[in-house]
Every structure is written in C-alpha cells, then in structure tokens.
C-alpha cells in the first residue's frame, strides 16, 4: 500500500487521517496510523503492543507523539518517543525534543531538536572487565639520529 513501508503485519496501516483533515484533540491509536492531514494534540499509541506511526509530506502534528516506530516526512512540533526506530525522510521538519531506539535521518530533513538516543529494555548491560591488566610487551627503542644539520665528530671531514 505504502512503497517504503514491508508488508508485515506489525507495519500495517489501519488508519488514515486524509489531507485535508483537521484534528483538534489527542488521538489514541493501535497498530498502524499514517497522518496526511493535520493534528493539533498529542498522538499516543497503546503501550505495550507494537505499533507504526508515518506522517505524510502533507502530514502535521503539534504535540507529543509516542510510537515503537514512527517514519516522517512532514513537520511535526513537540516531544517525539519512539521505542524501535525513528525514520526521518527528506522534507522532515522536526522541532523538540526526541527519545528514539534507533534514528536514520536522510538527507534533506530539517532538526531544531535535542537527541536523545534510549537503550531498548531488554538488552542486558555489559559484563564488567576483567580485573586483571593484561601484560603488553614494551616497544623497542628508535635508534638516535644527530640533530638536523650537525654532523657527528666521527663523520666529519
């Protein structure tokens, strides 16, 4: 249906808010929501459960938007969290604040935002180090060189 997005089931687009349309309010969504109008208000998917966010070339959004993955092309204005990966196209304008899992931007988008990148929840930390310093051998000395331009006595004629 939408070229750059696969045809899987977690990617699939259940509603469509038009060019044209005006939202004034908060909209609560599951699955997938592809915004080629506008929204004034924060758009929130159900916790828990994936979920796909685009904002059309034509798409606007002024307020807090939280998605697993999220792709835009137009503009939007306010706090983005996106949990999986956030995909800025060309002709993104984003301004606020942005917590993402994962973050392409292509070239052409516009950010006036501050980045904040989120280790995704199941990922384990990293084993500390091993207590013991490993031996490294020592580097063998360079041979001394005269000073530029002086001659050794042994050398001189």
């Known amino acids: 249906m939408f070229g750059f997005l696969r045809a899987t089931s977690a990617d699939r687009i259940d509603t469509l808010i038009g060019p044209g349309i005006r ?3 908060d909209l609560a969504f599951t699955g997938g929501l592809r915004i080629d109008g506008e929204v004034r208000g924060n758009v ?8 796909v966010l685009v904002i059309g070339a034509t798409g606007r959004v002024q307020g807090d938007i939280e998605a697993t993955r999220m792709v835009v092309s137009g503009v939007v204005s306010g706090s983005i969290h996106v ?42 930390a990293p084993a500390p180090a091993p207590a013991t ?25």
């Open 133 to 157: 310093a490993p031996t490294v051998a020592a580097a063998p000395k360079p041979a001394e060189r005269p000073a530029r331009g002086l001659v050794p006595a042994a050398n001189a004629a």
């Open 83 to 124: 949990t999986g990966l956030l995909e800025l196209l060309p002709g993104a304008r984003i301004s606020g604040d942005l917590r993402y899992g994962a973050l392409e931007v292509h070239a052409g988008a516009i950010l006036q935002v501050e980045l904040r990148r989120e280790a995704p929840a199941a990922v384990p």
């Open 23 to 25: 939202v004034d309010g």
């Open 44 to 51: 929130i998917a159900a916790p828990g459960e994936p979920s």
